[in-house]
């Protein structure tokens, strides 16, 4: 007998709060819902508004200094047809969209925010069928829903959007770079506004409507672009809207102006610069331009000319600027997103440095060679819960495992028969090259030990160095989570380069992304960088994984700092990730030891606090960073510190199936494989 297919008109309805030019999208798991792709779901209509009156869940997830921002609490709705009494998983966003004038193109969409709790929500058409009328007449709240009867209001998780179709360009100033000719003018504080130009009409407006309807400006001010401001330290640190006058810039402080564009390439900056004066009005003394023609490279800092009201010039400031671009291709969906999910309950991580540890420096504490296939899966089987390794691109453009940015080749002079070393790039190396050719360590160059220059290197494959991304992705037990570091070059603070020409960023972390999201399949991924613009691509160009910032917070005897002012210093790391929305940092412990009170700080950041070093090779420190609650300790030889041989996600796996098979909610011949990977969908299960 064929049973009839059961259609419902099933009514959406939810109250979010939203700005003008912004609507509600339902997406889910089935056709009609657009199977989690954001171009492909189901925008609501306006069913009412409530101008001011903002929810309290939603007035979290907003900027409190973002006052000009006019928003309402709207309540959205649409039906949609469903067929089948199969349960349908969805979730609500908010996003802005554009048309395509093209069948051939997708619709733009820029996704503002949207509800990321692991759990999604559910239509059960058994629980409809009861009571249908009950069903249509409910407003769900943006952000807050309940899974099988249990609210889980109290675990809302709103997340900001990733770039879908739409850059992200970032304008930074700070440190001294403004530096006025004038002496009158070179002990003012000024306050800066940035100002979006629409370059795109440049040629098809004459001089009399550039006179009246520019002003000042050189194109006309884009009506299409916000640029919001913020300032890493106490004062702005979210985006926020900028004051007719602009925002007040004190020397040795760091400012972002953010702004968002579907066409990069056409969109230019005015600033404008204001006399501040505790008391009196701002007075206006200047501007400058930073034009698309300035913002070719993914990254730069110019220097340009500050320009008097009398048109000439008076000063100059260096402009620092990042343009984040999506990945072309890169195919995301709204199932499931964990960047800024954690749970914090759980007890403090135990994280394999290079799997087994540093091998290179601590020869005798090393049992494997570092980051090798073999290390990472010898830390897996002795119960790592992550592994932390380095990637980097060969020449042909493959990611790789492997530290440093340089190795020492092998290579025979010409009227000896003696073997020496060569300093090379592993960037200018192909991936064949890597894994043939008989390389070292860069640190034997300038070692007297030549013992093992004429061996044979014979180690198996999964002993050797440089294996691919994707071999570790497939050859390391999958219940062990990776903590992946993407390695990019910094300038120091003494003037010393890490590497030079190296590529451009947006290509490289494309490049990387691709690969962890083709291959991670459940696995758990943490990503990590000491270069902040890393950190900021990675958080913007994907919507699943989390990111760590790497700092030596304020240590200056081990390691010398970056220049980078967001990197040498605890409190900034926190600023920054803050700003960026990054789930955490990863602080060196010996500077967290001189300053264990960073600890508490990190914590009312609400961010996730990871640690490394040296000095976690000691249980000591890993007991002591442990009941200080710390959330993830990477240390060399995980078997000398961790008892089990299991990770933490696989014993809570097998937790949660032991649970959900006594209730008959789960065959024993089935397995939990989407099981959350750094949070408590688990917990919320048990509850």
């Not at 640029?227 to 809207?241: A, F, G, K, P, Y």
Request: with cysteine.
């Amino acid at each position: 007998m064929t049973m009839m297919s059961v259609t419902f008109e099933v009514m959406f309805r939810v109250e979010a709060e939203v700005e003008s030019g912004e609507v509600v999208c339902v997406v889910g798991d089935c056709d009609r819902l657009g199977n989690w792709d954001p171009h492909h779901a189901v925008v609501l209509s306006r069913e009412s508004s409530s101008p001011g009156q903002c929810r309290k869940n939603n007035q979290q997830m907003e900027n409190r200094c973002d006052k000009e921002n006019r928003k309402t609490c709207d309540v959205w709705r649409k039906k949609v047809k469903l067929c089948g009494m199969k349960n349908y998983n969805y979730r609500y966003f908010v996003c802005q969209i554009i048309e395509s004038d093209s069948e051939s193109t997708e619709r733009t969409v820029k996704v503002i925010r949207w509800e990321t709790n692991i759990l999604p929500r559910v239509f059960s058409p058994a629980d409809y069928m009861k009571d249908p009328g009950k069903y249509d007449a409910e407003i769900m709240k943006f952000g807050e829903y309940e899974i099988h009867g249990i609210s889980i209001g109290g675990k809302n998780h709103v997340t900001k959007g990733w770039l879908t179709d739409q850059s992200e360009i970032h304008i930074r100033i700070h440190g001294n770079p403004i530096r006025m000719w004038k002496p009158k003018y070179r002990k003012q504080t000024y306050r800066i506004k940035c100002t979006p130009l629409d370059q795109r009409y440049k040629d098809h407006l004459d001089e009399d409507e550039e006179e009246e309807e520019w002003g000042t400006h050189v194109s006309p001010p884009s009506t299409f672009t916000k640029v919001l401001v913020s300032t890493l330290d106490e004062r702005q640190i979210n985006h926020c809207v900028q004051s007719e006058s602009g925002t007040i810039f004190e020397t040795g402080s760091y400012m972002i102006f953010t702004a968002e564009t579907t066409e990069p390439e056409s969109l230019g900056f005015q600033f404008d610069f204001y006399v501040n004066q505790e008391g009196v009005t701002p007075k206006h003394i200047g501007y400058c331009y930073l034009l698309p023609v300035d913002l070719k490279k993914s990254n730069d800092t110019k220097t340009v000319p500050i320009t008097g009201l009398n048109h000439k010039p008076i000063g100059q400031i260096d402009l620092d600027y990042l343009t984040v671009k999506p990945v072309p291709g890169l195919d995301l969906k709204m199932d499931v997103s964990y960047q800024n999910y954690w749970k914090f309950e759980r007890k403090s991580l135990d994280v394999g440095h290079r799997g087994m540890g540093s091998s290179y420096k601590h020869k005798k504490l090393a049992a494997v060679r570092e980051n090798t296939v073999q290390s990472l899966q010898d830390a897996a089987n002795h119960g790592a819960d992550y592994v932390e390794f380095d990637v980097q691109l060969s020449r042909d453009m493959i990611p790789v495992i492997y530290h440093d940015f340089h190795v020492a080749i092998t290579y025979r002079k010409k009227k000896r028969e003696e073997l020496e070393f060569y300093q090379a790039s592993v960037k200018d190396l192909k991936l064949s090259e890597l894994q043939s050719m008989k390389l070292a360590h860069a640190s034997r160059i300038f070692d007297n030990d030549r013992d093992d220059i004429h061996e044979d290197d014979i180690d198996p494959t999964d002993l050797q160095p440089f294996p691919t991304l994707e071999r570790v992705f497939e050859a390391v037990n999958p219940a062990t989570g990776f903590n992946v570091e993407i390695k990019y070059p910094q300038e120091k603070v003494n003037g010393e380069f890490e590497e030079i020409n190296f590529y451009d960023r947006n290509k490289y972390v494309d490049i990387i992304l691709r690969v962890v999201m083709r291959t991670a399949g459940h696995r758990r991924v943490v990503f990590s960088s000491f270069d902040p613009d890393i950190c900021i691509l990675v958080q913007r160009k994907q919507n699943k994984y989390p990111t760590l910032l790497l700092t030596n917070g304020e240590d200056v005897e081990k390691y010398v700092p970056y220049l980078d002012l967001r990197t040498r210093s605890i409190d900034m790391a926190i600023y920054f990730a803050t700003f960026s929305n990054l789930l955490g940092i990863d602080v060196l412990t010996s500077t967290l030891f001189r300053n264990m009170d960073k600890i508490e700080k990190v914590k009312e950041a609400k961010l996730v606090l990871f640690c490394w070093g040296e000095d976690n090779n000691d249980s000591n420190a890993i007991n002591t960073l442990k009941q200080k609650g710390v959330d993830g300790i990477i240390y060399d030889r995980i078997d000398f510190f961790k008892s089990g041989d299991k990770s933490v996600f696989q014993v809570e796996q097998e937790q949660t199936e032991r649970i959900l098979m006594s209730a008959g909610l789960l065959s024993p011949t089935d397995t939990l494989q989407n099981l959350e990977p750094s949070s408590g969908s688990e917990s919320e299960v048990n509850s």
